[in-house]
């Protein structure tokens, strides 16, 4: 089946430090990859997505490149800023596997000092 | 902006009540989803429905049910509330195959 594995957190940070959060994917066929952020009280927001392989998505300042030949879909910051601050997730959607059903990682929580 | 909305957002109630947790999207959207999310921030699948009338348990077992008389209306209903039931519950909905997921701000229930 469909599996989502990101870096286990808690991450901190200081101010304007570069962010990597590791991740990577096992799925059948070609699926869409997504980063989600989850700020405190709320609920998931799509922060970016790619729907083939050496797609690069970004948004914020955020990127994530999918390559399929690592099976990754690391998410990067250059500069962090404190609000920042929040819970990422990575999932994953395939048409053809699991009934279309996002899988989730177990998402990382980014705390940013300043 | 919120196109997906989610009542209350927080419940807190005695064991033994039934309880619905309300879900509407405006978006047109056929998928919808309930998430249950434990302290530790992990998403777990309770229940999903591909359109009207479609309904099916998603990967954790949960002992809520869940209907779909209308595209845009997805409620959630615990006909005995415990202690157990103590999470933050995330309804979400998408559109076409492959697209993201949009989530509603959550309802945090606690259960005395």
């Known amino acids: 089946g469909n599996s989502v594995t990101q870096m286990e957190g808690p991450v901190t940070l200081s101010e304007e430090a570069f962010l990597t959060i590791n991740c990577t994917y096992t799925?059948?066929?070609?699926?869409?990859l997504f980063w989600y952020v989850q700020y405190p009280g709320e609920g998931l927001q799509l922060l970016l997505k790619?729907?083939?392989?050496?797609d690069k998505g970004s948004n914020k300042g955020f990127e994530a490149t999918y390559r399929k030949e690592t099976t990754s879909f690391h998410l990067e910051k250059g500069s962090v800023q404190v609000s920042d601050s929040a819970v990422y997730f990575c999932?994953?959607?395939?048409?053809?596997?699991?009934?279309?059903?996002?899988?989730f990682g177990d998402g990382t929580t980014l705390t940013v000092k300043p | 902006e919120a196109d997906i909305y989610q009542t209350p957002r927080y419940l807190v109630i005695g064991t033994g009540k039934k309880i619905t947790l309300e879900c509407s999207q405006t978006?047109?959207?056929?998928?919808m989803y309930w998430y249950q999310q434990d302290p530790g921030m992990e998403l777990h699948l309770i229940h999903y429905?591909?359109?009207?009338?479609?309904?099916e348990k998603g990967d954790l077992s949960s002992e809520s049910t869940v209907s779909r008389i209308r595209t845009e209306h997805f409620p959630l209903t615990l006909e005995s509330a415990r202690p157990s039931h103590t999470s933050q519950y995330l309804c979400?909905?998408?559109?076409?195959?492959?697209?993201?997921?949009?989530f509603g701000n959550g309802t945090r229930l606690t259960v005395t």
């Open positions: 979400a909905s998408s559109g076409q195959v492959n697209s993201p997921l949009h």
């Open positions: 799925a059948t066929g070609y699926p869409s």
């Open positions: 790619a729907t083939k392989a050496d």
């Open positions: 999932a994953l959607s395939a048409y053809n596997t699991n009934a279309g059903k996002s899988t």
């Open positions: 978006m047109g959207h056929d998928k």
């Open positions: 429905s591909y359109g009207v009338n479609s309904t």
